[in-house]
């Protein structure tokens, strides 16, 4: 398997623009996460998805984050519009369905707001 | 809420030392741990899971162990490779929410 696949690696974008980072779990994998890292914060937890549907949301900063999962093998995080607080590095993480399974990292996304 | 701290931040050791990575947290309802790795640039790779019915694991040089008793997991490095070095992170999963509570890692670096 390729494991978790993210796309852009890295992002660079004007304040006020619309930013869309998109994922694709490993296949079979039931959990799909979305971290943000910053070198303030370390990384946190901005939504999850199981089964495609959104299970807990109360990572994301505010309402100009959104994260969809249309299907098993998508995740997009979308922010509108950006700022250059939201300068991060954005991870996406899969994790097998049961107790105790692993959660396995993307590459990540480098978003740079100027 | 679940605090994760880890100690040191960084740590330099020659080729060849074993060492100690420390993790605390502050609620000891957590379902399980892991152990990642990160290395420059990149994405975090995980080393070793320890349910929390578990004290250890182990994976080649590498052994973590759970205490939920006195809040606390280390990650033992036996005879440490500069290939080693990277920010070693810890991470806790609490309860059937499963969502993940990072530390800020620690910063390693095995000298040759």
């Known amino acids: 398997d390729a494991g978790v696949i993210q796309s852009p690696r890295h992002e660079v974008t004007e304040m006020g623009q619309e930013v869309t980072l998109r994922c694709k779990p490993i296949?079979?994998?039931?959990?799909l996460f979305w971290y943000r890292q910053t070198m303030m914060r370390g990384l946190e937890l901005l939504i999850y998805f199981n089964n495609n549907v959104p299970i807990d949301d109360s990572g994301m900063p505010e309402d100009r984050f959104s994260a969809k999962m249309p299907n098993a093998s998508f995740s997009t995080l979308k922010i509108q519009p950006s700022e250059p607080r939201d300068s991060a590095v954005y991870f996406c993480?899969?994790?097998?369905?049961?107790?105790?399974?692993?959660?396995?990292f993307g590459p990540g996304t480098r978003l740079t707001v100027t | 809420k679940q605090e994760v701290t880890q100690i040191p931040a960084a740590l330099s050791v020659p080729e060849g030392e074993n060492l100690v990575l420390n993790c605390s947290f502050t609620?000891?309802?957590?379902?399980?741990l892991q152990w990642f790795r990160q290395d420059p640039g990149k994405g975090l790779t995980s080393l070793l899971l320890?349910?929390?019915?578990?004290r250890e694991q182990t994976s080649g040089r590498l052994n973590a162990s759970l205490d939920k008793s006195s809040g606390r997991s280390t990650l033992y490095i036996a005879a440490s490779q500069p290939g080693d070095s990277a920010t070693y992170l810890c991470?806790?999963?609490?309860?059937?929410?499963?969502?993940?509570?990072f530390g800020k890692g620690t910063l390693l670096t095995v000298n040759p």
């Open positions: 296949s079979g994998h039931d959990y």
């Open positions: 991470a806790f999963r609490e309860g059937s929410n499963y969502k993940l509570t």
């Open positions: 320890i349910q929390s019915s578990q």
């Open positions: 609620d000891s309802a957590i379902y399980n």
């Open positions: 993480a899969s994790s097998l369905d049961g107790s105790g399974y692993e959660q396995y």
